[in-house]
C-alpha cells in the first residue's frame, strides 16, 4: 500500500444505511452519501434464459435506473463498473446455469454516484447471503485546478475538477478491483489517489461492520 502524502487530506461525508428494506428482492440496501443516495435490489440466483445461459458460472445483469428518464450512455458506463467490481468478488462458479440480477436505483445524485452505487451494490449483496472472496467498496476522488486530492466529492466539486476518479477497493488486501477515470491527471496523481482511497476504504469497511453489527444486534 502507498504512503499517502500529507496535502492529501482524507475525509468523507456523513454515511447511512439500511438493509432488507424491499420484501420482494432476496437482498435489498439503501446507501446514503451525503445528500446522494441510492437503493439497491438483488433477485437471484434465478432460472437464466438460455441465450444468456452460461455453463460454468452464474450471469449477472446489472442495471442502473436513474431518477428521471431513461437509462443513458453514462448509466450503460457505470453499470458496466459495476458487474466487473460484482463479478470480481462474487463466487459465480458455485451457481452455474442461473442468473443474478442487481437493480440500482439513484434516489438523489450529489457528486460520488458510481462509488454510491458500489457501496449500496456490496451491502446489497450481502444481505442476500450470496458467497463472494470479498468485500467490494467505491471510493471517488477529485483533483481540483490546484492539484489538491478531494474524497467523496460533491456535485459542485466535481464541476470544478479538472479530474475524478473511483475506484473499486476489495477488504482483504486492498486491491483495486475496478477504476473509472475522466480528465487529465499525472501517474502521480494517480497513485496518490489510489492511496487515498485504500486509505478511506478502511474507513468505509468498518462502517460497514458496524452497520452489521447494529442489525443483527437488534434482531438477536
Request: glycine letters at 6%.
Amino acid at each position: 500500500m502507498m504512503e499517502v502524502s500529507d496535502s492529501s487530506n482524507v475525509t468523507l461525508r456523513e454515511f447511512g444505511c439500511e438493509q432488507s428494506l424491499l420484501s420482494r428482492p432476496d437482498g435489498s440496501a439503501s446507501f446514503i452519501q451525503g445528500d446522494t443516495s441510492v437503493l439497491a435490489g438483488v433477485y437471484g440466483p434465478a432460472e437464466v434464459k438460455v441465450s444468456k445461459e452460461i455453463y460454468d458460472r452464474a450471469t449477472l445483469e446489472v442495471l442502473i435506473q436513474p431518477k428521471v428518464g431513461l437509462p443513458s450512455v453514462r448509466e450503460r458506463s457505470q453499470e458496466q463498473c459495476v458487474r466487473e467490481t460484482c463479478e470480481a468478488s462474487l463466487l459465480l462458479s458455485l451457481h452455474p446455469r442461473s442468473s443474478l440480477t442487481l437493480i440500482l436505483q439513484v434516489l438523489h445524485d450529489d457528486g460520488s454516484l458510481l462509488s454510491c452505487s458500489l457501496n449500496a451494490a456490496c451491502m446489497a449483496l450481502m444481505d442476500a447471503g450470496l458467497p463472494m472472496s470479498c468485500l467490494f467498496c467505491g471510493v471517488t476522488c477529485a483533483i481540483d485546478t490546484e492539484g489538491k486530492i478531494i474524497t467523496d466529492p460533491s456535485a459542485t466539486q466535481e464541476k470544478e475538477s479538472r479530474a475524478l476518479m473511483t475506484f473499486a477497493i476489495d477488504s482483504k488486501e486492498g486491491r483495486v478491483l475496478m477504476s473509472a477515470t475522466k480528465g487529465a491527471f499525472t501517474v502521480y496523481e494517480l497513485q496518490q489517489c489510489i492511496a487515498v482511497s485504500q486509505k478511506a476504504s478502511e474507513k468505509i469497511f468498518q462502517f460497514y461492520r458496524d452497520s452489521v453489527q447494529r442489525r443483527y444486534s437488534k434482531t438477536l
